[in-house]
């Protein structure tokens, strides 16, 4: 018996497997990296492959988005031959792998549209699956939680685990891009399973034990609370009941939140989170001439940056050591040079600008959760960083940017094919 899907079951499958499985793989990764198991990277091997896809499609079809990254890896490849010249000393690996990241948002957001475009308006289902991210990750934080298994967040004694996911800011903001669409989902159709999916999330998002999880969760709470007319006197409510009971959890964990309730305190006198390794990208920048303002250090920013951090201020004995600034405009800037950064921030403000648009051009609370997902990830990439380069958050939200473009029915962005037989 021979199984034939058609074009419709087809394209509704190549949508699945852009959000649904994402989860899965993160989870199952960080479940080998718990075993001791790192070098089994299901989820790197995953987005490798959807890179892959989204680069040919950049190549093969016209339109805004494609030249907008075409651009970019020339941009790239023409810094990097500048800053090896004349040594020709090139750590292509290390820089490949850098850009790759920067890139993947964009051609995810391609091949999303791409695939919207080829096999008709199933936007829904893309939604549905980002939902289903923040939820699964909600039940493996609760599992970890009450049975002990997983990896803590910070060092022994203070409150926070990741069950199995190794990036806490990037699967925390993951999250909370979730979170949005799920509030936005049961806007749509109140049920109390969907009220229990959130639940979930906001759990997960608790015992992550990030300040930025925490102050996210509460903002897209009290946003969305106030938008549900109908349901209001249910989730007021069930906010008290978990404002008393998180009040008492507070009061009875006050030891080892002390981490957290410090880092509040400093964030809250002006401190950034990423101070220390920020100076030491300042210091590495004193270093350079005048035109690496232009074309930045490439590889040998990243290790004089990580020499600093470690020696200078850990006093970790080493000598060069490759370290990311973890915030987005140092790490551009210092890597690459000034036009570079800029023009990668221009693009992911360009996509935030088209969220806006579409929530102007057609106001609805389901607009509107795309654009304050929208805006937590820009934000957090200003502002906390490590929300461009990381592929949990991005993944996400590039599918939401593809369902923004698709319905602004903006065809000078789309991906159009350069022959009429593709």
């Known amino acids: 018996m021979k199984l034939q899907l058609s074009a419709e079951q087809f394209g509704k499958l190549a949508l699945v497997l852009l959000v649904y499985p994402v989860i899965w793989l993160d989870t199952l990764y960080g479940m080998f990296s718990f075993l001791g198991l790192d070098a089994l990277r299901v989820s790197l091997l995953y987005r490798t492959a959807v890179l892959l896809l989204g680069l040919i499609i950049v190549y093969t079809r016209s339109g805004i ?60 289902l893309l939604l549905r699956g980002v939902a289903y991210y923040g939820w699964v990750f909600g039940v493996f934080m609760l599992f ?34 979730s979170l949005s669409i799920m509030f936005v989902l049961l806007h749509q159709e109140f049920t109390w399973w969907r009220l229990s999916k959130i639940v979930l999330c906001c759990v997960g998002l608790l015992l992550l034990g990030t300040k930025a999880g925490w102050a996210g969760a509460v903002l897209l709470v009290v946003i969305f609370t106030f938008l549900f007319r109908r349901a209001r006197w249910i989730i007021l409510p069930l906010l008290v009941v978990a404002g008393i009971a998180g009040a008492n959890w507070l009061q009875t964990n006050h030891e080892s939140l002390a981490y957290q309730l410090t880092q509040v305190q400093a964030l809250l006198k002006g401190a950034n989170p990423r101070e220390r390794l920020i100076e030491a990208a300042e210091g590495q920048l004193e270093h350079y001439p005048d035109k690496a303002q232009l074309t930045g250090g490439s590889y040998s920013f990243y290790t004089g940056s990580g020499r600093d951090y470690y020696v200078t201020h850990n006093n970790t004995t080493g000598t060069e050591t490759y370290k990311a600034i973890e915030q987005e405009w140092y790490d551009l800037r210092g890597g690459y040079g000034v036009p570079f950064a800029v023009y990668v921030f221009l693009s992911h403000l360009l996509l935030l600008v088209l969220t806006a648009a579409l929530m102007i051009r057609r106001p609805s609370v389901e607009h509107l959760g795309l654009l304050i997902a929208s805006g937590l990830y820009i934000g957090h990439g200003i502002f906390a960083g490590h929300a461009f380069v990381s592929g949990q958050p991005s993944g996400l939200i590039a599918v939401l940017y593809a369902v923004v473009i698709y319905r602004l029915e903006l065809g000078a962005l789309r991906v159009e094919c350069r022959s009429k037989g593709d």
């Open 65 to 124: 988005l494609s030249w907008l990254v075409q651009l970019m890896i020339l941009a790239w490849a023409a810094i990097l031959v500048i800053n090896s010249y004349p040594v020709g000393d090139i750590r292509f690996i290390a820089e490949f792998t850098q850009l790759t990241r920067w890139l993947y948002p964009f051609t995810v957001v391609i091949l999303t549209l791409a695939a919207l475009e080829r096999y008709g308006a199933h936007d829904q």
């Open 144 to 177: 970890s939680y009450v049975t002990g298994l997983g990896i803590p967040s910070y060092e022994a004694g203070v409150f926070g685990i990741k069950s199995f996911y190794v990036g806490g800011n990037d699967i925390g903001l993951a999250a909370l891009i």
